[in-house]
């Protein structure tokens, strides 16, 4: 069973950084692909990012070029770096896995993956 559990979020000024990260434990193959989603106060809960198992990276449109994702394979983890932060990033952040790799736009869609982690807040205030 794949387990992911990610850092605490906190709080930030516009404009300002975080960074998150996930660790991941339980995984038996190295062929597997992580994302970031988002959940802001009613609203849907929406893909952010994701790493393929090939290296390639997806961002959705409202976080490229402020947003990094990455992954650090030696020490299992997932990492999201957020620069430039908008009060509209305000949500609960959830990093997801599954095995094996997506195709296309895949990795938008919360069915894509088969493992959660338990959510942090983020919250960027104006």
């Known amino acids: 069973q794949v387990h992911l559990v990610e850092s605490w979020g906190g709080s930030v000024q516009a404009g300002g950084s975080l960074r998150l990260s996930c660790v991941a434990s339980g995984f038996t193959s190295s062929r597997n692909y992580m994302g970031w989603f988002r959940q802001a106060p009613g609203k849907e809960l929406v893909g952010v990012t994701a790493?393929?198992?090939?290296?390639?990276?997806s961002y959705a449109d409202s976080v490229k070029g402020r947003f990094t994702i990455s992954k650090d394979n030696a020490k299992n983890t997932l990492y999201l770096q957020m620069n430039s932060l908008k009060p509209e990033d305000t949500a609960m952040y959830y990093c997801?896995?599954?095995?094996?790799?997506?195709?296309?736009?895949?990795?938008?869609?919360?069915?894509?993956?088969?493992?959660w982690g338990q959510g942090t807040q983020v919250t960027v205030s104006s």
């Open positions: 997801a896995a599954n095995y094996g790799s997506y195709g296309a736009n895949y990795w938008k869609f919360r069915g894509s993956y088969n493992y």
């Open positions: 790493v393929n198992s090939d290296g390639f990276t």
